[in-house]
């Protein structure tokens, strides 16, 4: 028997993201080369035009898992039986803007969409978040969909992980797929902390096999500054690369991660590692049967503790002013 079509809705559809994001998600990079799939774009009215001719270019690829293509700027329509939402929707950061000033601009749009996802998500609905402050936002729109299990809700730092992955493949020598068990800890934003002292290149401790000073004043600071410097040489923040850590974060969720390797998303804390329970905090996490989960018992040393915390403080300031803002 033929495959049901899974429901994704993609919101920012028109934005750079979303045209590096829905080509990939039609050819089947998202889900499987077998699962047809349904898109929902949403978009901001203004922006609709705009999106209705990314669908025209998708009808024009003749994608054989796609099955239909729904345009709307109403959320409840775009969230009406989604499987998979990814919130790509929200304003970039501009030039010399700092992040916490995104909260307020960005906050609004997260509550009501929530709220739609509550109203009308299927049972199964996986939410990814992407758009900044990606953390936050997420647990945002969590906390306006009470009747779904919390653990649905994540955001994406995958984005960070690739990027650690491949400074440190370029450091030693190894390809990428020689390194195992990295973590990116905490918020996606500057204050994240890549670790590599629980990663391992071809089976012996990562952080042993590069110089300290190396560890300390160029990997960690160049990826967490990463996406600012993109930001600066591009015009425009990350958008290809982004849309590619889209495809892993959904498809590891959905199809599991390999045996002897973790990956990193940021998901509602259980308490694990001293981060406050509800936060929406970056761990590392293995996917098995549908679900992430976040790898226990690994030690922390005092250089990560320091780290770990700093980030987890950033995140709990976000919270406790989207808070003040009444968006939770
Ligand atoms: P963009 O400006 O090109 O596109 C954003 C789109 O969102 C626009 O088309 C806009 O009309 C739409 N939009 C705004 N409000 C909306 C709403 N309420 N509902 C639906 N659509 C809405 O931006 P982009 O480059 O595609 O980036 C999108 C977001 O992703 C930004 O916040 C950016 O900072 C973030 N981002 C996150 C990561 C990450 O790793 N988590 C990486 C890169 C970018
Ligand atoms: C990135 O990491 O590339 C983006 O999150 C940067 C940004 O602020 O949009």
């Known amino acids: 028997m033929a495959q049901a079509p899974v429901n994704v809705t993609v919101t920012g559809a028109a934005g750079q993201i979303g045209y ?65 939402a990814l919130l790509v929707g929200a304003r970039p950061r501009a030039k010399g803007m700092e992040r916490g000033d995104l909260l307020a601009a960005n906050g609004g749009i997260f509550k009501p969409q929530g709220e739609a996802i509550n109203a009308g998500a299927a049972d199964d609905v996986r939410v990814l978040v992407v758009g900044n402050p990606a953390n936050t936002n997420a647990l945002i729109a969590q906390a306006h969909a009470p009747d779904v299990p919390a653990e649905r809700f994540t955001a994406m730092t995958r984005l960070d992980h690739n990027r650690a992955l491949s400074q440190l493949s370029a450091k030693l020598g190894v390809a990428v797929t020689d390194i195992k068990k990295l973590t990116i800890w905490g918020n996606h934003s500057a204050t994240q902390y890549p670790d590599l002292f629980n990663a391992e290149v071809n089976g012996k401790v990562a952080a042993e096999q590069v110089e300290q000073e190396w560890l300390r004043e160029d990997f960690i600071p160049t990826v967490a500054k990463r996406g600012a410097a993109i930001i600066e040489a591009r015009g425009a923040s990350s958008a290809a690369s982004a849309a590619n850590a889209a495809i892993d974060h959904i498809y590891d969720w959905v ?7 973790w990956t990193s998303a940021a998901v509602v804390s259980d308490g694990s590692y001293g981060v406050p329970e509800g936060l929406i905090s970056s761990f590392p996490v293995v996917s098995r049967n549908g679900r992430y989960e976040i790898v226990q018992g690994l030690e922390i040393d005092a250089f990560s503790r320091e780290r770990i915390d700093a980030s987890v403080k950033e995140l709990t300031e976000e919270r406790d002013a989207v808070k003040q803002l009444g968006l939770i």
Do not use: H, W, Y
């Not at 080509?23 to 949403?42: C, D, E, H, M, W």
């Not at 796609?66 to 499987?83: E, R, S, V, W, Y």
């Not at 199809?255 to 390797?261: A, L, Q, S, V």
């Open 20 to 84: 590096a994001l829905l080509f990939r998600i039609a050819s089947g990079q998202l889900l499987g080369a077998n699962t047809p799939v349904k898109l929902r774009l949403l978009e901001i009215p203004q922006a609709v035009k705009a999106a209705e001719g990314t669908a025209m270019e998708l009808d024009d690829c003749a994608f054989p898992l796609l099955q239909g293509i729904d345009i709307t700027d109403d959320a409840k329509k775009a969230f009406d039986g989604t499987n998979v």
């Open 255 to 261: 199809n599991g991660t390999p045996e002897g390797d």
